[in-house]
């Protein structure tokens, strides 16, 4: 016997597995006698404590919040998604760059995008209608005073002004952004 297989007799014998787990456990003491008498000895161990704990009712509104706390997560894993590299569209924004969404928030009028710039691109002279946030994957990118390379972060306030960005080599970045 191992210690897992007592730690599991042990649980099991409390109660104290999932269900999937109880079957699998039971699966398992047909194939082992060794395992099912050590289940059975855990069993044996702890059936007097059943009958002094007494019925404990649940609270009222147990079953309710178990609802809820499933309903939260099912509703996360829907919004959950992955967009591969080669999945996506390109969009030109202006001449030499071009961007792909990967989030869009509708009600925080948010989205993230990825920004790919050719060597030599510029982009306009713009304002900010909410907070940006850029992350440098590659190259290099360049406004007013600022230059940024591979691996840095700029945040730039809602009502700031942007100088036009320059890039000498090219860029590959990841804006969150105003939509």
Do not use: Y
Request: charged share 30%; net charge negative; proline share 6%.
């Amino acid at each position: 016997m191992t210690n897992s297989d007592e730690t599991d007799a042990a649980l099991f014998a409390a109660g104290a597995l999932s269900r999937e787990e109880t079957e699998i456990l039971k699966a398992r003491q047909k194939r082992d006698p060794a395992l099912a008498a050590l289940t059975r000895e855990w069993e044996d161990a702890l059936a007097p404590l059943a009958m002094h704990a007494g019925d404990v009712a649940p609270p009222p509104d147990l079953f309710d919040k178990i609802e809820a706390r499933i309903d939260a997560r099912e509703k996360l894993d829907s919004m959950s998604r992955t967009l591969r590299a080669n999945e996506g569209e390109w969009i030109a924004l202006s001449p030499g760059v071009r961007f792909k969404e990967l989030h869009r928030n509708v009600a925080l009028n948010r989205w993230t995008i990825l920004v790919d710039a050719e060597p030599g691109a510029v982009f306009p002279e713009h304002e900010h209608a909410q907070d940006e946030e850029i992350f440098m994957i590659s190259g290099d990118l360049a406004f007013g005073d600022v230059e940024l390379g591979p691996g840095d972060f700029h945040f730039s306030p809602k009502g700031s002004l942007h100088a036009a960005h320059r890039t000498r080599a090219g860029c590959r970045c990841i804006i969150v952004q105003a939509m």
